[in-house]
């Protein structure tokens, strides 16, 4: 990029520059770039800096934009005024516009555009006057083309098309490059993704696996985050955004992973009365459901540990019983230590000393220990088994025709026409469901299925410790660590493999017991 040092000479330029979308041809950056260009040197100026904005709408306002905002914040340093190859780029709102002007000449800096003769003076009422009409001008093309996407937008829902961003999970398939959207397909990757993270939330019966460990193991393991995968898949560069708990848990529980065509959130209702599925879902509603209770807030005092080491949040102080944490060592190993006393506790106030050891030493003896008591043993994972899934089916009808049945309360549906559909279709809706009833129910549930693997090969192959740890919470490992001069220093328990497989199996004796009482119980209210 042509810049060169701020020399003071007073018209020292930011080059301004500015796309809504970055493959829009008619703005392109170069075309931009050369404008700017021109313009500055008419005015016997030169560019010190460039302020690019990507992806930004001409309706943000330039004082909140990520490169512009901090000029005119006077965030960045000296500098004479800025520099756009037309008003428009500057913005779309003819106040945001104005508003800017004249924060730059009240500052005593220039405002520079190309096409117009020299820096723009605002004590001028001519000059004034013009660019309040250009502005004017941007800001009625701006609200051409939000009409036209309002437009487009309902017609797309009308006709069951999909329109703005595609979710994650799914993407978009074009017949070519630039066409229209063809049909809408399950992403490979991002699928796979959201699959395992639902799989693994649902499998946890130790709490610790949740939203928010799930999301601090993808940024561990450098998973593209949504925004970037979105971006890398339409050839632009990511920008290292993270994952968040709060966006994985809507993507989890939102009906948009059924398949539905979304509108605020809420799927889009097809002429049939029922929700336009626009591709395959990610799941059934069966583990939608699931993960909904699985992911709600719980009352609990417990933290799932979101630490990266392999005892974190196993490991307690054998005198006082409170949890160890990380103590640093100059030019020394990290060690696991209780801080209990030094940090105030009053039940550790005779904590003393207090227990430490080398975080290497601990996390090997616990290593040892466990694949020795426990790596012979064979895998077994819990996974999530929907059912047949008619109760959900006949729940999402049911739903379907409850909504039909207020909007008909509601006063829709008056005319004779609409009232014969009405009609019709809640009659087809309450046969489904009849026929549903009477198929046999295979109530949803966890099943343990054997992997035809070690624990040993499982923990040879994590990728880290957290990963490991999430192994010894499943086996309950306890670790207590003793001072000093104790005649044992280290105390590890854990449950037996043999109880471990039988609590499996009564858990899963329970759910099936519940599950077919609550169909009975159903069967009988019917």
Request: proline residues 6%; hydrophobic residues 35%.
């Amino acid at each position: 990029m042509i810049t060169s040092e701020y020399d003071g000479c007073g018209k020292c330029l930011v080059g301004v520059r500015r796309l809504s979308r970055k493959s829009d041809s008619t703005n392109s950056p170069e075309k931009q770039l050369n404008q700017v260009l021109s313009a500055v040197e008419a005015v016997g100026g030169h560019v010190i800096a460039w302020a690019d904005d990507w992806e930004v709408s001409g309706a943000t306002d330039p004082v909140t934009r990520p490169k512009l905002g901090p000029w005119l914040r006077d965030e960045m340093g000296p500098y004479d005024g800025i520099a756009g190859s037309a008003v428009d780029r500057i913005g779309r709102n003819q106040r945001d516009v104005l508003n800017t002007a004249y924060l730059v000449h009240e500052s005593g800096r220039l405002l520079i555009t190309h096409g117009h003769d020299g820096p723009w003076n605002l004590d001028d009422p001519a000059d004034e006057m013009r660019l309040s009409m250009e502005s004017f001008g941007a800001q009625m093309e701006l609200r051409a083309i939000q009409k036209r996407n309002r437009d487009e937008t309902k017609r797309a829902r009308a006709a069951g098309q999909p329109k703005q961003k595609n979710r994650y999970g799914y993407r978009f398939v074009r017949l070519i490059p630039t066409g229209n959207v063809d049909h809408v397909e399950l992403d490979p990757v991002a699928s796979l993704i959201l699959r395992d993270v639902a799989e693994r939330i649902l499998a946890d019966e130790t709490g610790t696996i949740t939203v928010h460990t799930e999301a601090a193991r993808l940024n561990r393991a450098g998973v593209l985050s949504p925004s970037d995968h979105r971006a890398v898949m339409y050839g632009r560069k990511p920008k290292g955004t993270l994952w968040n708990a709060k966006a994985l848990k809507r993507m989890l529980v939102s009906e948009a992973s059924l398949g539905y065509l979304m509108h605020d959130e809420r799927p889009v209702i097809g002429p049939d009365g029922h929700a336009v599925r626009i591709a395959d879902p990610l799941w059934d509603r069966a583990t939608r459901d699931a993960l909904i209770r699985k992911t709600a807030p719980k009352q609990t005092t417990k933290r799932a540990p979101k630490g990266v080491r392999l005892l974190s949040g196993l490991a307690f102080c054998g005198a006082c019983g409170q949890r160890l944490y990380m103590v640093a060592r100059t030019g020394q190993n990290p060690s696991y230590g209780c801080t209990a006393r030094t940090r105030g506790v009053p039940s550790s106030a005779k904590c003393k000393p207090a227990p430490t050891m080398s975080v290497p030493l601990l996390d090997k003896e616990v290593t040892d220990w466990f694949l020795a008591e426990y790596g012979s043993h064979q895998v077994v994972r819990k996974e999530f088994d929907p059912g047949t899934g008619y109760a959900a089916r006949i729940a999402e009808i049911e739903a379907d025709r409850t909504r039909l049945r207020g909007d008909r309360q509601a006063g829709l549906y008056e005319s004779e026409a609409d009232t014969e559909w009405y009609r019709t279709e809640y009659a087809r809706m309450t046969r489904e469901i009849e026929e549903l009833e009477q198929l046999p129910e295979r109530p949803a549930g966890m099943r343990w299925v054997p992997l035809g693997r070690t624990i040993e090969d499982d923990w040879n192959a994590a990728p880290d410790d957290a990963a490991r740890r999430e192994t010894l919470t499943e086996f309950d490992v306890r670790v207590t660590l003793h001072p000093r001069g104790a005649k044992h220093r280290v105390r590890r328990t854990g449950i037996h493999p043999e109880q471990r497989a039988a609590d499996h199996r009564a858990v899963q004796e329970r759910a099936e017991l519940s599950a077919l009482a609550a169909l009975e119980d159903d069967e009988e209210a019917a």
